[in-house]
């Protein structure tokens, strides 16, 4: 089992940038492939980026390529997800996602295991 707990969201102007943080406690981090999502207001909950165990691997959705980045730290047992030149259409709660098959970098929410609470992001245009 493991606890997520994302924090670093807030309300911030399009252009600007902020930098989410995953921490987790329980099982050790490097045991999970971890995932950024995020739900938009009446939408449905939407794959943002993930990253391999070792952090060797990484992957993005279109939306986001080139803007943002996904990093972990083992050690610290946490995961970030830096994210520069936001939008409005970046408004959204983000979810940090643990999936226990480290052997694959999935994309879907059904593949991931473990949830955090989420933590607001607003951007104002």
């Known amino acids: 089992q493991v606890q997520l707990v994302e924090s670093g969201g807030g309300l911030v102007q399009a252009g600007s940038s902020l930098r989410l943080s995953c921490a987790t406690s329980?099982?050790?981090?490097?045991?999970?492939?971890m995932g950024w999502f995020r739900q938009g207001p009446g939408k449905e909950r939407e794959f943002v980026a993930a990253i391999s165990r070792t952090g060797s691997n990484t992957k993005y959705a279109d939306s986001v390529q080139g803007r943002f980045t996904i990093s972990r730290d083992n050690a610290k047992n946490t995961v970030y997800l830096q994210m520069n030149s936001l939008k409005p259409e970046d408004t959204a709660v983000y979810y940090c996602?643990?999936?226990?098959?480290?052997?694959?970098?999935?994309?879907?929410?059904?593949?991931?295991?473990?949830w955090g609470q989420g933590t607001q992001v607003t951007v104002s245009a």
């Open positions: 996602a643990a999936d226990t098959n480290f052997l694959r970098v999935g994309t879907l929410v059904l593949e991931y295991d473990y």
């Open positions: 329980g099982r050790t981090l490097n045991s999970y492939t």
